[in-house]
């Protein structure tokens, strides 16, 4: 298993943008899916958006529908996600995960380290 790489966690001000990236490693037959959940102090990890494997089908959570946009890049293996609008109640740590096919193990899912985003004035 090797772990996907995220960047681009920060503090950002009510109404302020940020953009995330998870870069996967390692070898992989195929990737399919892949996406980013969140989790909050005292909250449960829930989902805020996936993609899928061409890039054709997105799914977002009821929270940051029209203000976040995943998308991914084939070529380099990384997603992304346009977090526009900003709300205190975005803070939170957002993982992202890649899900694949791998020679020998098969159907793998691995998820990032976590990336703090942080909104408030």
């Known amino acids: 298993q090797v772990q996907p790489v995220e960047s681009g966690g920060g503090l950002v001000q009510p109404g302020g943008s940020l953009r995330l990236s998870c870069a996967a490693s390692g070898s992989a037959i195929s990737i399919l899916s892949m996406g980013w959940h969140r989790q909050a102090p005292g909250n449960q990890r829930e989902m805020v958006a996936t993609?899928?494997?061409?890039?054709?089908?997105?799914n977002y959570a009821d929270s940051v529908k029209g203000r976040f946009t995943i998308s991914r890049d084939n070529l380099k293996n990384t997603v992304y996600l346009q977090m526009d609008s900003l709300k205190p109640e975005d803070t939170a740590v957002y993982y992202c995960?890649?899900?694949?096919?791998?020679?020998?193990?098969?159907?793998?899912?691995?998820w990032g380290q976590g990336t703090q985003v942080t909104v408030s004035s």
């Open positions: 993609i899928s494997s061409d890039g054709s089908t997105t």
């Open positions: 995960y890649v899900r694949g096919i791998r020679s020998g193990t098969g159907l793998y899912t691995d």
